[in-house]
C-alpha cells in the first residue's frame, strides 16, 4: 500500500511538473471588453475592430452620449444605446465604442487594399448590406469616442443576402463573396454587372444540416480558390465560373458549419508554385441535428497539395478531437490551434468539455511528429470565440457566448467579455537575444521589386534572417477569412555597421495571386524567433 501511495505521489509530481513546462505563457489584456467578439480583425494602425450582433440586448459598454440607435424592430432594445462593436488600442489596451447599426450576426468580412475593412451581410436588417471600417490612428486621440467609425453603405448593396458567407480578397484587390444560408451563389466587390453567379458546387455540398455554410476559401498562387464545403473541395476559376479541379472527398464527417473544423492554407515559399492546404477537427455527423453536447468531436486532420495533378489527402491526428478551434498561421510558419470544445457541435448551447490547450503544428514535421502540446488557458473559449495574429507576435483571443442573449450568471459557460493574450514559446525569456528588431523597412513595396531591410540582433546572425509577411485576416466562426504566410526571398543577411545590425535583401512576392494587394504585417524571423512586425503596403 505504502508503494503505491508513494507512485501515485510521484505520478502526481510529473504530472504538474510536466503541465508547468508546457510551453506558451498566457496574460489577461482587458478584463471587459464590454462585448463578446464574434468577428476579430487587427488593423494596420495597431488597433483592433471588435464586432458581435446588434440584436444580442444589453452589452457593458455604452455609446457616447447622444449616439444611441433607433431600431423598431429589435425584440429586446427598441432604443439602444449599447455598443455592440469596440475598437482596441494595443498600445494602451483602451476600449473605444464603435456604433454599428445593422445585424451583423454571422456575417463576412475582408481588407481592401487600401486598408479598409470591408463587412458584408448579416441577419434581419443586415442581410443584404456593405459597411466599411476605414481605420485610423488613434493614438493622439483623447475621446472616448474613436475618431474612426462603422459607415453602413446606402448607395449599393449585396445581389443576394448573405448569412454565413465567407470573403476572400483577389489579386486584383477586388473581393469575391461565396455562399451563405441559402446563397448557393457568389458575388464580388466592387459589384460586377452581372450580379450574383450560381455556384452549384454550394448546392451539392449541403446536407440537412447545411455544413456547406462558412466554406474555406483560399487564394491559391495560380490564381484560382481553393474552396472546401463539408467534405468536398474543389478549384474554381472564378473568372470563367467553373471548377477546375475537384480534389479526393476528405474523410472523418462534415468539417464546416455547424460541424465547426477549422482550415488554413500553409505559408508559400520558395517559387510559390507549391500551395498545401489542411483541414482539421469537427463534430460527428448528426450532432447538430440532435443538439448532442457529449458526442465527441473528431480530431483528424487532412493536408493536400493543392496545385498538383494528382493530389490527395495525408491523414494525420490531432491530440484532442476539437470543434470550433481556430487555426492561426504563426510569423514562423508554424500553425496556432486553439479554442473551441471536444464535445458537442456549433450553435447555441450545444457543446461541452472546452479544450483548454493549444496545440503547435509544425508544418516541416514528419507525420506523427507535427503537434506540439501547449500550456493550457484557463478561459473556455467556446461559441462565437476568435483568435488573431497581433504584430508583437502574440495571440490575441476575444469572445465566447454560447447564449442567444448575453448571460453572464447560473450558466456553466457565460459571455466572455475578457481579451487574452497567448505567447508561444518563440517569445519565451530565454530567446530574448536571439528576437530581431527591425530598424529600416520600406513602407511600400511593389510586386516582384528589390528592397532592403535592415535588422538588429543581441547574439550574431547565424544562418538565414527570414523576412516573412502576414495578412490581417478577418476571423469568425472558427476560420480566418483571407488568412495567408508569405515567406520572401532573402539574401544572407550581411553586417551593416558594428552595433548587431545586419542588411537583408529582399524580393517582393511577384503578383497578386501570391499575396493580394493591401498592408502586411512583416516580420524578420532570426532562428525561429520573430520581430514586432512593422506595416507595409504590398502593391
Known amino acids: 500500500m505504502e508503494n503505491l501511495s508513494y507512485f501515485l505521489f510521484l505520478l502526481f509530481l510529473f504530472a504538474t511538473h510536466a503541465r508547468a513546462d508546457l510551453p506558451g505563457t498566457w496574460e489577461l489584456l482587458v478584463p471587459d471588453a464590454g462585448i463578446a467578439s464574434m468577428h476579430t480583425a487587427v488593423t494596420r494602425f495597431n488597433t483592433v475592430v471588435l464586432l458581435d450582433r446588434t440584436n444580442i440586448g444589453p452589452s457593458r459598454k ?46 463576412s468580412g475582408q481588407f481592401l487594399p487600401d486598408g479598409t475593412l470591408l463587412q458584408t451581410g448579416g441577419d434581419l436588417d443586415g442581410l443584404k448590406k456593405i459597411r466599411k471600417f ?14 474612426c467609425d462603422w459607415e453602413e453603405l446606402d448607395d449599393i448593396e449585396l445581389a443576394e443576402g448573405r ?23 457568389v458575388e464580388f466587390f466592387p459589384p460586377k454587372r452581372n450580379g450574383a453567379v450560381s455556384f452549384p458546387f454550394l448546392s451539392e455540398t449541403e446536407d440537412t444540416q447545411m455544413d456547406n455554410l462558412y466554406p474555406y476559401v483560399h487564394l491559391l498562387p495560380n490564381g484560382h480558390l481553393f474552396v472546401f464545403a463539408n467534405t468536398r473541395s474543389v478549384m474554381y476559376d472564378f473568372n470563367r465560373h467553373v471548377i477546375v479541379k475537384e480534389y479526393p472527398k476528405l474523410h472523418g464527417g462534415p468539417r464546416n458549419y455547424p460541424s465547426a473544423g477549422s482550415s488554413a492554407m ?62 492561426v498561421m504563426l510569423p514562423t510558419g508554424d500553425v496556432l490551434v486553439i479554442n473551441g470544445a471536444m464535445s458537442g457541435t456549433q450553435g447555441f448551447e450545444m457543446a461541452s468539455d472546452p479544450c483548454l490547450n493549444p496545440v503547435l503544428y509544425r508544418p516541416d514535421q514528419p507525420v506523427g511528429l507535427r503537434f506540439m502540446v501547449l500550456n493550457p488557458g484557463t478561459v473556455p473559449r467556446m461559441y462565437h470565440a476568435t483568435a488573431n495574429l497581433l504584430p508583437d507576435a502574440r495571440v490575441l483571443l476575444a469572445g465566447s457566448n454560447p447564449h442567444v442573449l448575453y448571460r453572464f450568471d447560473d450558466v456553466e459557460f457565460p459571455t466572455e467579455l475578457r481579451l487574452e493574450a497567448f505567447s508561444p514559446e ?27 531591410v535592415v535588422v538588429s540582433v543581441d547574439l550574431p546572425v547565424v544562418g538565414i534572417v527570414e523576412v516573412n509577411l502576414a495578412s490581417a485576416p478577418f476571423a469568425t466562426h472558427s476560420f480566418s477569412q483571407g488568412q495567408r504566410l508569405v515567406k520572401l526571398t532573402v539574401s ?48
Open 62 to 107: 455604452l455609446l457616447p452620449k447622444g449616439h444611441c440607435r433607433s431600431d423598431k424592430n429589435d425584440a429586446v432594445l427598441k432604443l439602444d444605446c449599447y455598443a455592440h462593436s469596440v475598437h482596441l488600442d494595443l498600445a494602451t489596451n483602451q476600449i473605444r465604442p464603435l456604433k454599428i447599426l445593422t445585424d451583423t450576426w454571422c456575417s
Open 163 to 185: 448569412w454565413y458567407a465567407t470573403n476572400q480578397i483577389l489579386p486584383d484587390g477586388s473581393v469575391i463573396i461565396i455562399g451563405g444560408r441559402g446563397s448557393n451563389t
Open 266 to 327: 500553409l505559408a508559400l515559399q520558395g517559387n510559390y508554385s507549391k500551395a498545401e492546404i489542411v483541414v482539421c477537427g469537427g463534430a460527428k455527423y448528426g450532432a447538430f441535428l440532435l443538439r448532442s453536447t457529449d458526442t465527441p468531436a473528431h480530431g483528424s486532420c487532412g493536408r493536400i497539395l493543392a496545385m498538383e495533378e494528382k493530389p490527395r489527402w495525408e491523414m494525420e491526428d490531432m491530440p484532442y478531437g476539437r470543434i470550433m478551434g481556430d487555426m
Open 426 to 452: 518563440y517569445l519565451s525569456a530565454d530567446r530574448a537575444n536571439l528576437r530581431p528588431v527591425i530598424e529600416e523597412v520600406p513602407q511600400t513595396v511593389r510586386f516582384g521589386g528589390k528592397f532592403d
Open 134 to 147: 476605414s481605420p485610423c490612428d488613434v493614438s493622439s486621440s483623447s475621446s472616448l469616442h474613436s475618431p
Open 492 to 539: 544572407s543577411a550581411v553586417p551593416d555597421g558594428s552595433d548587431g545590425r545586419y542588411r537583408i535583401g529582399v524580393t517582393a512576392p511577384p503578383s497578386g495571386a501570391v499575396a493580394p494587394p493591401g498592408y502586411y504585417m512583416a516580420f524578420a524571423v532570426n532562428q525561429g524567433v520573430p520581430s514586432i512586425a512593422k506595416w507595409i503596403h504590398v502593391s
